[in-house]
């Protein structure tokens, strides 16, 4: 492809509402175009990555089994009503209506339509498993919409529904998906880690996210570099830290102090004198129609998706000083387990803390040398705090660390919850009628791209990873009016074409610099820079996109030198 002739508008300027490399980058670089908020065009560039990314993904679910179809994005209410979701999806599905005014959606996810496509023609236990994918632009009305392709409101997904008779068939299902994606993100060259989607303690069914790393990611993971542990913070497991002083002391007698004034932690630990982890702080919550306690160490946060499926309530909502002013009579700064009106849920380290300090549901006074036990019975003593770096991994009691990362793909064991509510059943060996057991995977495949930039990029712009590089390699004459260097340039560029290789001919009449700025800011990862000088010599300069170093090797032996650094001689 000659440069002169290719459609992709490089801005100088980073726009102004791009917050994020990948953003500002795809951008700049003629890769994406927005349309409206969260909806882009993806230019010829950005088009030749993603196939290069999708053909990966397809490749590894067909070795794994999967067939390949493609389902309609118009889905009719009816089907969203069978399942239930219809009224529980809520704002961010797209709703329209056909002129007869019957109610449909644009396609947030298909497990409406696949397990009503499976189910009609799916009978018996013989034709199952079967692993359905897809490749299709998805439509979520997402409430905020940003960072270009992380979170669109149109973007490409994979979606594979696997279909099995049992669970044990699931699992199997579960595995071949599971590896499948380390192999996807492995191949794409990204730095991941898979995550425990839902925590093991709580319960609930498997699912695994995968996490590309990187700072401007949204979810928070810990993660164990001593195993594989890894999870989102808000769902890791969390061990006591048995650390605290006073393990041993003896329990002194429960006292209670005047503290005009004292409402936070930092007043506690300032007036009294203690330190942050000898502190008790409990906050109430409304969880459907009832107020409760939750209490947690001084220094900790309190994760309220624990809480919520440890009471498991639809609405949890912390109370404010006005509301706990009005049902409970004190500020919330005095609030505290002992003696308290309503029921208390303590974190596992409270139970490890001996003689600490705490409200005491009065107005201007604190408790000193409470102990859970002696003074008070918690409903239940469990796991309610945020994960933090320097906790021990529940797995091998090593040190966690935490880091960002961008959610890229997610699988789940969705059991019988669709095929249960669509009534959708095979036959199994015995004749009997059974719901199918499913499970469903999913790729960002919009998402993914973008991730790889944040991986990979510098000042000067992307660095595309090899293998999905829109471009392999770029030819850049210094001079486009000199006719030597052209016709050096035109030559090499049919002998890597011959390849097989994916070339580009910078052949506009544009300064050195120029062609180089752009060059880089592209990312295409072998640049040869055909000039004058070295021509004179017959030889011409490669430079990789990731390193600084140029290097001049003899015109004849550029097509291999190529081919070596793309590692793709045979
Ligand atoms: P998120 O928590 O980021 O909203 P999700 O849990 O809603 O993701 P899934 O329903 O599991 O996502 O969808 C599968 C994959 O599709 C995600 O892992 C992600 O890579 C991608 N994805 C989801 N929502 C978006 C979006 N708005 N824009 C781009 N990609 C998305
Ligand atoms: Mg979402």
Known sequence: MKSSEMFNPTLREVPSDAEIVSHQLLLRAGFIRKTSGGVYSY?????????????????????????????????????????????????????????????????????????????????????????????????????????????????????????????????????????????????????????????????????????????????????????????????????????????????????????????????????????????????????????????????????????????????????????????????????GPVGAEFKIYADLEIAEMKNFVCGANEDSYHLINANLGRDFVPEMIVDLRNAVEGDRCPVCEGLVGTTRGIEVGHIFKLGTKYSQAMKATFLDSAGQERPFVMGCYGIGVSRTMAASVEQNSDEDGIIWPIPIAPYQVIIVPVNAKKSEQMEAACSLYEQLAEKGLEVILDDRDERAGV??????LTGIPVRITIGPKALQDNKVEIKKRWEKEVFLVAIEEAVSQVEDILNIKE
């Open 43 to 335: 230019l010829p560039l950005a088009f030749r990555v993603l196939k290069k990314i999708m053909n990966i993904v397809r490749e590894e679910m067909d070795r794994a089994g999967g067939q390949e179809l493609l389902m309609p994005i118009i889905q009719p209410a009816e089907l969203w009503q069978e399942s239930g979701r219809w009224d529980v999806y809520g704002d961010e599905m797209f709703r329209l209506k056909d002129r007869h005014n019957r109610p449909f959606a644009l396609g947030p996810t298909h497990e409406e339509i696949i397990t009503t496509l499976v189910n009609q023609d799916v009978h018996s236990y013989r034709d199952l498993p079967l692993l359905l994918y897809q490749i299709q632009n998805k439509y979520r009305d997402e409430i905020r919409p940003r960072f270009g392709l992380m979170r669109g409101r149109e973007f490409i997904m994979k979606d594979l529904y696997s279909f099995d008779i049992d669970e044990d068939g699931l699992g199997i299902s579960y595995n071949k998906m599971y590896e499948a994606y380390n192999r996807i993100f492995q191949r794409l060259n990204l730095k991941y880690r898979v995550v425990e989607a839902d925590s093991g303690a709580i319960g609930g069914n498997e699912s695994h996210e995968f996490m590309v790393l990187a700072d401007t990611g949204e979810a928070e993971i810990v993660y164990c570099d001593n195993c594989n542990y890894a999870a989102n913070v808000e769902k890791a497991v969390c061990l006591a830290d048995k650390s605290s002083e006073g393990e041993s002391a003896a329990l002194e007698p429960l006292e209670k102090v005047y503290t005009p004034g004292v409402r936070t932690v930092e007043d506690v630990m300032r007036e009294l004198d203690v330190p942050v982890h000898n502190i008790a702080k409990t906050l109430i919550y409304w969880a459907d129609g009832q107020y409760i306690g939750a209490v947690v160490r001084g220094d900790r946060e309190l994760n309220e998706i624990k809480l919520k499926n440890l009471l498991g309530c639809n609405n949890l909502l912390i109370a404010d000083e006005s509301q706990v002013r009005q049902v409970l009579g004190v500020s919330v700064g005095s609030l």
């Open 515 to 520: 062609k180089f700025k752009d060059a880089d």
